[in-house]
């Protein structure tokens, strides 16, 4: 049994996509995929979603980019935010947000899940 609902991943990795798909459906979500900033931007102005897993690395306005689309319409509210890096992640935290999850991208999909479950 999970969460539920949507998840929004950000990756433009497939095979990384793929394992964060995974890991949503252990949870029972339905996952949409964005392989860029823009594009991610655009599904998080039609759709709601329980949860978002961002990769700091895409291209076109990069996961940054998406983490401040979502500041400037939702505050610091990251609840249901995952930012992956393969950057040290204190230092990715400190540049976005103390409040964000932030994950190392080597994450299993197991690991993933069980962030996403704190979603």
């Not at 961002?54 to 500041?71: A, K």
């Amino acid at each position: 049994m999970g969460l539920g609902g949507k998840l929004l991943i950000v990756e433009d990795n497939p095979l990384i996509a793929a394992a964060i798909e995974q890991a949503g459906e252990r949870l029972n979500m339905r996952a949409d995929v964005a392989t860029d900033g823009w594009e991610a931007i655009e599904k998080l102005r039609t759709e709601e979603y329980a949860a978002i897993v961002i990769d700091t690395d895409v291209p076109c306005h990069s996961g940054y980019g998406v983490i401040t689309y979502l500041r400037q319409e939702n505050g610091d509210g990251f609840e249901n935010v995952v930012l992956m890096t393969s950057s040290e992640p204190d230092s990715v935290r400190h540049r976005t947000s103390e409040n964000l999850r932030v994950i190392e991208k080597t994450e299993t999909v197991d690991d993933i899940a069980a962030v996403l479950r704190r979603s």
